[in-house]
């Protein structure tokens, strides 16, 4: 199930959860067990995700279904968002039940620092897979390098999203101010890239996995050839100033049309959060059951091949929840 949590109504149930409800009760009648009318109870759960452009979006759509699917009493939602800091926040409040955060957000969520004023009660289920930065450009931009950026309209991604925090300290790497170097835009993927090809930006930065709809979208636009910038010699700096989070990566060829050598990026791990006072049977089945059904999350975006059990306790700045180490446990998998 998804929805924005925008356009949710927070006051009650809505005309279309009403018709479901009535549409049930009139089932469970029908089959002659009206006692089962009030004897159950559903428990229902949101995860915070990102844009409709980005990879968070159908991937969080996709765990949503799964728990909803495979763990008994338990309906799930995912929710747009603005993605990874709103998410810290949505789910410290307890507005959200679980989110998508990356490695360098979760740690100044964990340390009060960045764009969090207060040190945040969060807990890691897992670490699903890495992603890397996209600085995207079309051919005939004169953009060839970060340093080409200054002076160009750019979008650093929705305001408090990961894709922004990254992009900021990709340029401060190459000591690119973005509030005085570039002009620059505030928007999400599917906005970025619809921008860019019409003209009303000369690049945009992305922070998530490959390949994200968004880029491939526009690479695959008549006419169209677009530019990934690389960017590795940034790790070192960025390591150096906000933490042992960040490490190189790389977009490889072929991922995206018209990108035709491997590009060598910034990357930073994703992980699936909660409150850390989430109850932890509920959050031993949601890992679960992830886990058992790999095969129908990567249906939904081929990202989540990626997602690997020998993984998933790696590279979180957050400690785990007790429920999420009881499964790995049992799983014979070291917690590092």
């Known amino acids: 199930m998804v929805h924005s949590r925008y356009l949710k109504n927070e006051g009650g149930i809505g005309r279309r959860d009403f018709l479901k409800l009535g549409t049930a009760m009139g089932a469970v009648m ?123 309209k750019i979008s650093t991604g929705a305001p408090n999203s990961g894709t ?14 973005a509030d005085k170097d570039i002009k620059r835009d505030r928007i999400g993927a599917s906005e970025s890239a619809g921008a860019l090809k019409d003209g009303k930006i000369d690049a945009y930065f992305w922070t998530g996995g490959v390949p994200t709809a968004s880029v491939l979208e526009i690479a695959s636009s008549p006419g169209i050839k677009i530019k990934l910038i690389s960017h590795g010699e940034a790790v070192d700096k960025m390591v150096a100033k906000y933490g042992n989070v960040y490490f190189k990566g790389v977009i490889p060829k072929g991922i995206y049309p018209g990108v035709d050598e491997d590009v060598t990026v910034a990357a930073v791990g994703n992980m699936l959060v909660s409150h850390e006072k989430m109850d932890p049977k509920l959050v031993y089945n949601v890992v679960k059951t992830i886990f058992e059904h790999l095969p129908e999350l990567e249906a939904i975006h081929m990202e989540a091949a990626n997602i690997r059990l020998q993984t998933a306790t790696v590279g979180s700045p957050l400690r785990f929840h007790e429920g999420a180490i009881q499964f790995y446990k049992e799983k014979g998998i070291n917690i590092n």
């Not at 992009?167 to 000591?175: G, N, P, S």
């Open 30 to 152: 029908l089959m002659g067990y009206p006692n089962l009318l009030f004897g159950q109870t559903t428990k229902r759960i949101s995860i915070a995700t990102g844009g409709m452009g980005g990879v968070w979006f159908p991937l969080g759509g996709g765990i949503a279904s799964l728990i909803s699917k495979y763990i008994p009493g338990v309906e799930a939602a995912a929710e747009v968002t603005s993605a990874a800091v709103d998410n810290c926040k949505l789910v410290a409040a307890e507005k959200s039940d679980l989110g998508l955060a990356i490695g360098d957000v979760a740690y100044d969520a964990l340390n009060g620092t960045g764009k969090f004023k207060e040190k945040l009660s969060l807990a890691c289920l897992a670490t699903l897979y890495s992603s890397p930065v996209h600085i995207v450009t079309i051919a005939g931009k004169g953009i060839n390098s970060v340093t080409d950026l200054k002076g160009k």
């Open 164 to 177: 922004e925090s990254m992009a900021l300290r990709v340029l401060e790497a190459y000591d690119i101010n």
